[in-house]
C-alpha cells in the first residue's frame, strides 16, 4: 500500500463527498503521489458546481 485516503459519501442532509483524510507511505512524502491520489478521487466523485454549499 502507498496512500489511503477516506472518504465520506453523500447522505440525505448532503448530496456530495468530503475527503475526511489523506496519508501517504512515509519514504513517498513529496513524491507527488497525494496529489495524484486526490486527482482520482476527484476524478470519480466530482465535487457539485459552488464546492456544494
Same mark, same amino acid.
Given at each position: 500500500?502507498?496512500?489511503?485516503? !477516506? /472518504?465520506? /459519501? !453523500?447522505?440525505?442532509?448532503? &448530496? &456530495? ?22 486527482? /482520482?478521487?476527484?476524478?470519480?466523485? =466530482?465535487? =457539485? ?5
Amino acid at each position: 500500500m502507498v496512500g489511503v485516503v !477516506g /472518504l465520506a /459519501l !453523500g447522505d440525505g442532509t448532503h &448530496y &456530495y463527498p468530503v475527503i475526511t483524510d489523506v496519508a501517504v507511505r512515509p519514504d513517498l512524502i513529496g513524491s507527488g503521489l497525494g496529489s495524484r491520489i486526490l486527482d /482520482l478521487v476527484y476524478e470519480r466523485h =466530482p465535487c =457539485p458546481p459552488g464546492g456544494g454549499t
